[in-house]
């Protein structure tokens, strides 16, 4: 008996979460504080507060006062609910929907229970039950907070036990409700080459939706993440932001609502968009996480905030190292043979970086890949053009010092193919209807276990036979079209969230077969870049545009939610108008490759790349892994300038762009930030064109971090595309 009585004593110490039964349950990072408040007798859950940290919990009381927390009865349970339905009392754009057994359209859900699970000292796990006490509803509310990152990720689950299938027609993975005088949006929309251009603007009564029904290369055109300014447009160094993205590389949605109070009402999870999901009893129907932070010091601070959790966190080896490559697309597109692609890694070797990438067009025989237009699915190695097979350029590249890295997109399959001709019902295509075809190519459908095995075969065969590749990029060009799925047969409606979970589904397997596997996602540039295939990949390609102006502009954009080590930038043809250094410099801000053929550049410009990228190794710990702070905006000026600082403030790189300056401009100095006021910092030009010497002010010198944070460096010029990047060094 006394046995039991410690056994029971000690699950209850060290494994019994603690249950309360509060009226409040605050969830809460190092600054951020959100209140969910349980009404006491209804048992309806509210968002009582959400912003900045409150000091004394005795004064949450108060909140109830309010309408938000909703108080009891039947007209006033209106408030802000955490997971309003449809069909209740409130009028407004709900995050659930469900069609019951019986037809009806309602649910109210109802606090059952929550739980507080601390993971480790700076990660808390909240988990509140709610049910319909009508119908066997119940759904899950999950918080994930990150204390010193000051992130906040949630979703939900749902789940039910009717006697038949529930048709389930909204399912947010959140909602949020905020209370100020007026609310901009900044979104992240473009296209291919113009990926995440931002804009803002005032958000007034009635909703605006950030969505996509693309299906796959899903972001194409606006990115699954967006900040709001509160009271102000959001600005890098003040105001109170809020940043939020859903981690689903498909359909996603964001819902902005101003409702008759003038409150905002934030819903995000995956597009409902033809999605009406029929959940069987039992079944557990998880939405995607979707994380946010809330900065009252701007845009900048909410980054970090975003940028060293995600190191932390949920990058795939976020904290570990970055291989610097050349790859050869821009090179030679699909026009390359054996001694071609053998030369250019004399070049990988010439230029110093890690790795070559072997990109589009080593594959395909019946169909050999000639253009893109032919032979997606048919992986294997196209024997006239590389008679001696992957293996042969992974020696090769080996006797040159460097590593290989290989392309493919095998979630893709062409109209001709062998592949195709094989398994015609593996493509997603209309049985009645001509097809159209986008990059005149297919998506396989993922909802299919057995195209899944397939897509995951792909990996796990060129890994197979080459143990050595070191490395790959995963391609996906076209979004889903002609919707229809031969395997999911009746249930059309599952189609874009099946394939996406399939889709992710392959990552994980890749992933855990392969955890050491440096992988690059790509979707004909950023149209696939969200946090959910970031845990299987330690990179992005964030655009197809490498013409550096437009870099500065997109690099600009991504890093406002991801880390510099997770941006891939090269460094090509593309703009010739620009010098080599300033094509360098824009890359060498995030992470850097190239993709050019050096023996067409001058022995000089070698000589630069050369020794750029030696710095580059040197420096990958302060650029990669220190604190970015974006210091001058190329949307408000004609200049750009971001800088790295390393946790010890030992150590800092700035870089600065000249875009476009104005005749007799006025250039003012960049002053810096992160770094130590006390410390002496020498400041060094650096990736200069051999033999030229800076003509900075203040080269060579040595200044207080006060000096440099409050007076700063006169880095900025008046001449059309002119950089530098400065190394900081304390002494
Ligand atoms: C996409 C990618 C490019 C390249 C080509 C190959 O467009 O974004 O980098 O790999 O496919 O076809």
């Not at 009028?91 to 057994?101: D, R, S, V």
Request: with cysteine; aromatic share 12%.
């Amino acid at each position: 008996m006394k046995k039991f009585f410690l056994s029971f004593l000690l699950i209850g110490l060290f494994s019994l979460p603690l249950i309360s039964q509060s009226e409040f349950i605050r969830i809460s990072t190092d600054d951020i504080d959100l209140v969910i408040r349980v009404a006491p007798q209804s048992k309806r859950v509210y968002q009582a507060y959400l912003g900045d940290k409150l000091m004394n919990e005795s004064e949450f009381k108060a909140l109830s006062f309010s309408l938000k927390g909703g108080s009891e009865g039947s007209v006033s349970a209106r408030g802000w609910e955490v997971y309003p339905a449809s069909g209740a009392e409130d009028f407004f754009e709900p995050a659930f929907a469900i069609q019951h057994n019986d037809g009806n359209m309602t649910s109210i859900f109802r606090y059952v229970s929550h739980e507080v699970n601390k993971i480790d000292d700076n990660v808390t796990e909240t988990v509140i039950n709610l049910k319909d006490d009508v119908y066997p509803v119940n759904v899950k509310l999950v918080y994930h907070t990150f204390g010193k990152e000051n992130i906040i990720k949630t979703w939900t689950e749902i789940n039910h036990t009717e006697k038949k299938p529930v048709t389930i027609s909204r399912y947010a993975s959140s909602m949020l409700y905020f209370e100020s005088p007026a609310y901009y949006l900044t979104e992240f929309s473009g296209d291919w080459a113009m990926e995440a251009r931002m804009s803002t603007q005032q958000l007034q009564f009635g909703k605006k939706i950030l969505e996509t029904k693309l299906g796959s290369r899903a972001a194409m055109h606006v990115s699954p993440f967006f900040q709001v300014g509160l009271g102000q447009p959001a600005q890098e160094q003040q105001g109170t932001v809020v940043l939020g993205t859903l981690a689903w590389s498909g359909n996603f949605q964001f819902t902005f609502e101003v409702d008759n109070s003038s409150n905002l009402r934030i819903i995000s999870g995956i597009n409902p968009y033809a999605s009406n999901y029929e959940l069987k009893p039992k079944e557990n129907f998880v939405t995607p996480e979707f994380i946010f932070t809330i900065s009252k010091d701007g845009t900048s601070k909410a980054s970090r905030n975003f940028h060293t959790w995600a190191r932390n966190y949920q990058l795939k080896d976020g904290k570990g190292d970055r291989l610097t490559l050349l790859n050869n697309w821009e090179a030679t597109q699909f026009n390359f043979d054996e001694d071609k692609l053998v030369d250019i890694m004399g070049e990988a070797r010439m230029l110093g970086v890690d790795m070559f990438l072997l990109d589009d067009g080593w594959f395909g025989n019946k169909y050999p890949r000639e253009k893109a237009t032919t032979t997606l699915g048919d992986w294997d190695v196209t024997k006239d053009k590389l008679p001696h097979g992957i293996p042969f350029l992974v020696e090769k590249a080996k006797e040159n010092g460097v590593k290989f890295g290989i392309w493919i997109e095998p979630e893709m399959i062409s109209p001709e193919s062998e592949l195709i001709e094989k398994h015609p019902d593996w493509a997603i295509r209309l049985p009645n209807r001509e097809p159209y075809y986008y990059r005149s190519q297919l998506v396989l459908d993922m909802s299919n276990p057995k195209v899944q095995d397939f897509v995951f075969g792909v990996v796990d065969n060129i890994m197979s036979e080459n143990p050595d590749v070191a490395f790959l990029k995963w391609d996906c060009n076209s979004p889903i079209t002609n919707i229809y799925s031969p395997y999911l047969k009746t249930k059309q409606n599952q189609l874009y969230i099946d394939h996406n979970r399939g889709v992710v589904n392959v990552f994980k397997r890749v992933n855990e077969k392969y955890p050491d596997l440096p992988m690059m996602l790509c979707a004909g540039g950023g149209g696939r870049c969200d946090y959910e295939s970031l845990k299987y990949f330690t990179e992005f390609w964030c655009s197809d545009n490498t013409d550096p102006i437009e870099r500065i502009y997109i690099q600009w954009g991504f890093s406002q939610f991801f880390p510099a080590k997770s941006m891939d930038a090269h460094v090509t043809s593309w703009n010739r108008r620009t010098s080599i250094k300033f094509r360098v410099d824009v890359a060498m801000m995030c992470k850097m490759g190239f993709d050019i053929r050096t023996h067409e550049m001058s022995e000089t410009d070698q000589k630069f790349c050369q020794q750029a990228v030696a710095d580059y190794k040197r420096l990958k710990p302060v650029i990669l892994d220190g604190d970015q702070y974006r210091l001058v905006s190329p949307y408000e000026t004609n200049h750009m300038s971001v800088m790295y600082a390393n946790e010890e403030k030992t150590k800092a790189v700035l870089f600065s762009y000249d875009i476009h300056p104005r005749m007799g401009e006025k250039t003012m100095s960049v002053k810096l930030q992160g770094l130590d006021p006390d410390k002496k910092y020498k400041i060094e030009e650096i990736n200069l064109i051999p033999e030229r010497k800076s003509n900075m002010r203040g080269n060579g010198e040595t200044f207080s971090g006060d000096f440099l944070m409050k007076i700063g460096l006169n880095v900025f010029t008046t001449g059309q595309t002119n950089s530098r990047v400065i190394e900081i060094t304390a002494e």
